[in-house]
């Protein structure tokens, strides 16, 4: 059982390295040295009546630990999130009790979902005064509780540096996710003079190792001999960092590899192996791939409802094979035929061996077997490509994406919001490696892309990380422009703007008999100035050449710049496989 | 189909809202819910009675085994196992021949008579699900006044028990 925590009552002060470990120290510097010691040098936050001792710990610490104050504290988590996106560490944000608190919770839920490493810290009224209706209290446990990896209430200062150790060691372990600690206000100023509860004997955050040979040879003589597999790869691939192994399993095998939303990147889109993405706006070919295989390798998925649509007639041919590292995964939508639970990694690491150790002959044979298949793929990707719209005198919002691509030389980080905009991002945007690709996948939250993409940009400065957002979008978070303006965050937003909630018009146009209710974002600020006003580089463009030479302009651009990018009004998403409906109802254009 | 489950959880604050909360997030259902300590400080044992067919048992198993603070997660039905239920009823008894009447079901249920006035009567029962229904049934006639029952609480019999520790030797 993974996580399990056993309380070791033996009172164990080895547990804080630090020199001054055995020094009184109120709580809050306890707080601020376990962060430290659990490897934070960046953390997203903004200061409230609760978290003052925290935030005067900071003030001292700030050598150590680099505080970037936001002007909202959804913000604060998305950052942090970005930040952990970015680069599989563990995210660190930082709110005060009551609206701070609920404020994160957007944030925090996103991460869930999407099984992200976060931990993040909720100042709460003294211990004394809980219940009492005090001013800014609100019970952060309980309205955490079902969106959080785990979660604390820290009733004893002495229990504290080993709730963070522990924290941190949940968020990153097995599948990741967030997990908050709720701090009383007197907590942070009692004085700790040790601690009471040295450790909870957590299981380690390492992978596991696949342990499994007997299933892992079912499963690799499966490979090699299906006539049509596909491999349906999701975001556990690029948690686990499993890219490598899977583009050498695939082309041992000479299989196609289709990736959710969430695995973009964890196989190359340009490789000769790749469908492109699956489900609701997946390709013609990765959807018809899934529905005529013999054989479906499900690797780091969770089988979501915009992968699958209706669930009866989801790879309704296919021998379902399901590997994941959270065994509740397994058979919670689709009971499948063979399942491992394990990492990804070392998943694919032993079917590599497995397969070795057959030897070339059966190899080649399999090879030979899947000929037709690779005619019939081709025939689809051939049949019906993606198209990108191209136009001379407006802008095509495919066309911002292909333009973009063609400026970043297909090497930047783009982060997205939430809605057409995401899915033209991750239809014509192909990306060569894992993390190069953020997004809000499960929750599904807008206002997640420009403060996610700050947090990013910091983590990667080296790198440029572009925010592809919508007009609706954009303004849910956009006073983080000015967090990027303070701390000189190169930040790049490219707002798509067609004046509308994109995807929601879609839906009302196709599903709704165009009725477009309260869609229209027509009466809009002008996003140049308001750039301007933050005192960043605001470029628009309205025609197909401005785009070239904004994208340009602003790619030189050292500092903040801000794209308003207005494209084509009633530009739908193709294709698309209305919800709750199956690859035979698919819309092509 | 009805399932009793086992959960070992850290006897900590918060821990029982966590559970209770992904049965109510998840959609599952609790009949009846028990906990109490266990033989080893710091650990409480709950025992939740749920419908569902094998396939959402073995979902609602692992969701709580997810938990951080959950060591063992079990269905007690999948195995032999005895399962008790405490219930107190206050029933009426107005005449001699109504005390008398309910004293003999209280002797043939093996119940205890707890309390007692000049016309009602507390009755303390225990057994499995289906004793306790029926009796609670037979009382109906008198008039009952209260019930309260405390969810149900189980273990798996000894045979049970080494037919899994000769399954882990082999």
Not at chain 1, 49 to 56: F, Q, T
Not at chain 1, 80 to 86: I, V
Not at chain 1, 173 to 181: L, M, Y
Not at chain 2, 61 to 66: G, N, P, T, V, Y
Request: one cysteine or more; a negative charge.
């Amino acid at each position: 059982m993974r996580d399990v925590a056993t309380v070791v009552e033996t009172v164990e002060t080895a547990e804080l390295s630090d020199t001054s470990a055995n020094k009184p120290m109120r709580g809050a510097e306890v707080l601020v040295r376990s962060l430290i010691r659990n490897g934070v040098d960046t953390i997203f936050g903004l200061p409230g009546g609760a978290v003052l001792h925290i935030y005067d710990e900071l003030w001292r610490f700030r050598d150590e630990i680099t505080h970037y104050l936001v002007r909202h504290e959804q913000g604060a988590v998305h950052a942090a999130e970005g930040y952990a996106r970015a680069t599989g560490k563990v995210g660190a944000a930082v709110v005060t009790s009551g609206p701070g608190a609920t404020n994160a919770v957007t944030g925090i839920a996103t991460a869930y979902m999407d099984s992200i490493p976060l931990v993040v810290i909720t100042g709460q009224v003294p211990l004394p005064v809980i219940g009492t209706d005090a001013f800014q209290e609100v019970d952060t446990f309980g309205i955490t509780l079902p969106i959080v990896k785990h979660n604390y209430l820290v009733r004893d200062v002495r229990d504290l540096a080993a709730i963070v150790d522990e924290a941190f060691r949940i968020a990153a372990s097995g599948k990741p996710g967030p997990v908050v600690i709720d701090l009383p206000k007197d907590i942070t100023a009692h004085i700790c003079d040790g601690p009471r509860r040295c450790h909870y004997d957590a299981a380690s955050a390492a992978a596991p190792a696949c342990t499994d040979t007997q299933t892992v040879d079912i499963i690799a003589d499966r490979l090699i001999n299906a006539e049509r597999p596909v491999f349906y790869v999701g975001g556990g691939i690029v948690t686990s960092g499993a890219a490598y192994a899977l583009i050498e399993l695939a082309e041992k095998l000479a299989a196609p590899v289709t990736p959710t939303l969430m695995g973009l990147g964890g196989f190359p889109t340009a490789h000769k192996l790749s469908l492109g993405m699956l489900g609701m706006h997946g390709t013609y070919a990765a959807n018809m791939a899934v529905s005529e295989s013999d054989l479906l390798v499900a690797v780091g998925v969770r089988f979501d409802d915009r992968v699958t649509g209706k669930l009866a007639t989801f790879a309704p041919q296919a021998e379902i094979i399901h590997i994941d590292i959270d065994p509740s995964n397994i058979g919670k939508v689709k009971q499948p035929h063979i399942s491992l639970v394990s990492d990804a990694k070392p998943a694919l690491e032993a079917l590599l061996a497995a397969i070795a150790e057959r030897g070339d002959g059966p190899l080649a044979a399999g090879k030979a077997a899947r000929l037709d298949w690779w005619k019939k793929l081709s025939g689809w990707r051939n049949s019906v490509p993606l198209v990108c719209e191209t136009s001379e005198t407006e802008i095509k919002p495919q066309q911002v994406i292909e333009e973009l691509h063609r400026a970043t030389n297909g090497d930047a980080v783009i982060v997205t919001d939430v809605g057409q905009h995401q899915m033209w991002a991750a239809q014509f945007y192909p990306f060569k490696r894992t993390r190069q690709w953020i997004t809000s996948g499960g929750l599904g939250t807008m206002g997640f892309g420009l403060p996610a993409a700050l947090g990013a940009q910091l983590a990667l400065p080296e790198q440029t990380v572009v925010a592809v957002v919508g007009d609706g979008g954009f303004q849910m978070t956009n006073q983080e422009l000015i967090t990027a303006i303070q701390y000189n965050i190169p930040l790049k937003v490219l707002i798509m703007n067609n004046g509308y909630l994109g995807m929601v018009r879609q839906w009302q146009e196709m599903f709704y008999d165009r009725a477009y209710s309260e869609v229209d974002l027509s009466i809009s600020p002008d996003f140049v100035k308001l750039a301007e006003a933050y005192g960043a580089q605001g470029l628009r463009a309205t025609t197909p050449a401005e785009l070239t030479s904004a994208l340009r302009q602003g790619l030189e651009h050292k500092g903040v710049t801000v794209w308003d990018i207005v494209v084509t009004k009633e530009e739908n998403v193709f294709p698309i496989i209305p919800a709750g409906q199956d690859t035979r109802n698919m819309i092509l254009k | 189909m009805r399932n009793t489950l086992s959960i070992l959880v850290a006897d900590e604050p918060g821990e029982l809202s966590r559970i209770v909360g992904l049965f109510s997030s998840r959609g599952y259902n609790i009949e009846t819910i028990s906990v109490g300590k266990t033989l080893e400080d710091g650990w409480s044992r709950c025992t939740i009675v749920t419908e569902g067919d094998a396939a959402i048992v073995e979902q609602i198993l692992k969701q709580c085994e997810r938990l951080a603070r959950v060591r063992e997660a079990k269905a007690v039905t999948s195995q032999p196992h005895i399962e008790r239920e405490m219930a107190l009823i206050d029933v009426n008894a107005l005449t001699p021949d109504d005390r008398a009447e309910i004293k003999n079901l209280v002797d043939i249920f093996r119940a205890k008579i707890v309390d007692i006035t000049h016309d009602r009567m507390i009755v303390e029962a225990s057994g499995n699900k289906e004793k306790v229904d029926r009796f609670i049934g037979l009382l109906e006639s008198f008039g009952m006044n209260e019930v309260v029952r405390t969810g149900y609480v189980a273990i798996n019999t000894l045979m049970a028990d080494k037919g899994s520790a000769l399954q882990q030797t082999a």
